[in-house]
């Protein structure tokens, strides 16, 4: 979800007045809340006119679902990424740590997946939730394969998805990029703790 773009010759583009408007959208909606966020604290953020702002947007809302489906694109890529013939331990290692690296990369927006898709209209939820569907689909399938190999020891695979994802998404609520714990470091706890929670023992 970064706003620089790359040329083809490897230079990056110049963020887009749309760009701008969505970057500082995240920032205040994740501190201040989507309601207590207003078109005028928008534009004052971006240096713009209220007027001037409606010709880069439409409405507030349309910023909110833009901001939830991007980071909703931002998982759901990682999680694809993986390769299908991984083991399903390797497969959930790299679920666990691609889901953390969204969230430390996309903090702002990430929050904002979390927090405020609620206040879409509900044409807009369904659509978020159709998507989040997805993602948690990628967990219950290599969990589920993990227990048909014997490696994962649980009676409900979805049940345990909802598990581990709600472990990670709690994440955003503390977690912030330099301090003293690094990703790495944070993924691998994280790691430990679910794979013990699913009955693996990594061997060595």
Request: neutral net charge; proline residues 3%; hydrophobic residues 40%.
């Amino acid at each position: 979800m970064s706003n620089n773009r790359s040329f083809e010759d490897g230079k990056l583009e110049k963020p887009t007045r749309r760009d701008e408007i969505l970057d500082a959208a995240g920032q205040l909606f994740s501190r201040q809340g989507f309601h207590a966020t207003s078109m005028r604290d928008l534009a004052r953020a971006v240096k713009l006119q209220g007027g001037s702002l409606y010709a880069h947007i439409q409405s507030k809302e349309e910023v909110l679902f833009e901001l939830v489906n991007r980071a909703a694109d931002e998982f759901l890529e990682s999680a694809t990424s993986i390769p299908a013939h991984l083991p399903p331990q390797k497969q959930l290692e790299r679920l666990i740590c691609g889901h953390l690296e969204v969230i430390a990369r996309e903090l702002n927006n990430a929050t904002v997946f979390f927090h405020e898709w609620k206040f879409l209209t509900p044409e807009l939820q369904n659509q978020i939730k159709a998507r989040r569907d997805a993602y948690e689909a990628h967990f219950k399938r290599v969990i589920e394969a993990g227990v048909k190999a014997g490696v994962f020891r649980v009676e409900d695979a979805r049940l345990a998805a909802i598990f581990v994802l709600s472990a990670l998404n709690w994440t955003y609520h503390w977690y912030r990029p330099g301090g003293k714990l690094s990703l790495e470091a944070l993924s691998q706890h994280y790691q430990k703790l679910i794979f013990r929670a699913l009955g693996y023992t990594p061997e060595g």
